[in-house]
């Protein structure tokens, strides 16, 4: 457990990172024989792409730094639950361990709404971990919501996403 937490703290630097320029904070680190290889955090605003999550960049930079899509035995660390499209990515790519911070009730594919890196008709399945540093992840992105909403009430709220 020592281990998950330690690099799930890199992954809530990268969330931090995020949040500082107004993203929501979600980070991710792909580790392979515990050495970090891919690093991403959230981007989506600032790249103007629905792809730039933080699993999917991070997944990019394993790939690019293994020189290969397959990341059969990489571990995926992320503070938030990942989602369809990232879930798929994670699939995709073959990693082997997914451990992630706090559920995702909205969107989360994991445990929350799906559970498909278990789901035994698919060709590939992740050990799944759930929970490492669950306050800490849960409390980065619900502040930042809760600076967003505060933001919404004093001006007019299609303006607080164009600044």
């Given at each position: 457990?020592?281990r998950?937490?330690y690099?799930?703290g890199m992954a809530?630097?990268?969330?931090q990172?995020?949040?500082?320029?107004?993203e929501?904070?979600?980070?991710?680190v792909?580790v392979f024989?515990n050495?970090v290889?891919?690093?991403g955090?959230?981007?989506r605003?600032s790249?103007?792409?629905?792809l730039?999550?933080?699993e999917i960049e991070?997944?990019m930079?394993?790939?690019?730094?293994?020189d290969?899509?397959?990341l059969?035995?990489?571990?995926?660390?992320?503070t938030l639950e990942p989602c369809?499209?990232?879930?798929?990515a994670i699939?995709?790519?073959?990693?082997?361990r997914?451990?992630?911070g706090?559920?995702?009730p909205?969107?989360?594919?994991v445990?929350?709404?799906?559970?498909?890196?278990?789901?035994?008709?698919?060709?590939?399945?992740?050990?799944v971990?759930?929970?490492?540093l669950?306050?800490?992840c849960?409390?980065?992105l619900?502040?930042?919501?809760?600076?967003?909403?505060?933001?919404?009430?004093?001006k007019?709220p299609?303006?607080?996403?164009?600044?």
């Amino acid at each position: 457990m020592e281990r998950d937490e330690y690099y799930m703290g890199m992954a809530l630097e990268l969330a931090q990172k995020a949040k500082d320029m107004g993203e929501v904070p979600v980070g991710a680190v792909v580790v392979f024989e515990n050495r970090v290889i891919g690093k991403g955090f959230n981007k989506r605003e600032s790249t103007n792409s629905p792809l730039s999550h933080a699993e999917i960049e991070a997944i990019m930079e394993a790939s690019s730094e293994l020189d290969s899509w397959r990341l059969e035995n990489c571990e995926l660390f992320v503070t938030l639950e990942p989602c369809i499209m990232c879930s798929g990515a994670i699939i995709q790519s073959r990693i082997k361990r997914v451990v992630f911070g706090t559920r995702d009730p909205k969107a989360g594919a994991v445990k929350s709404l799906f559970s498909l890196l278990e789901d035994r008709r698919l060709n590939h399945r992740a050990e799944v971990e759930e929970g490492v540093l669950a306050d800490s992840c849960s409390k980065i992105l619900t502040g930042f919501f809760r600076e967003i909403r505060c933001i919404g009430k004093k001006k007019d709220p299609k303006d607080v996403f164009s600044e």
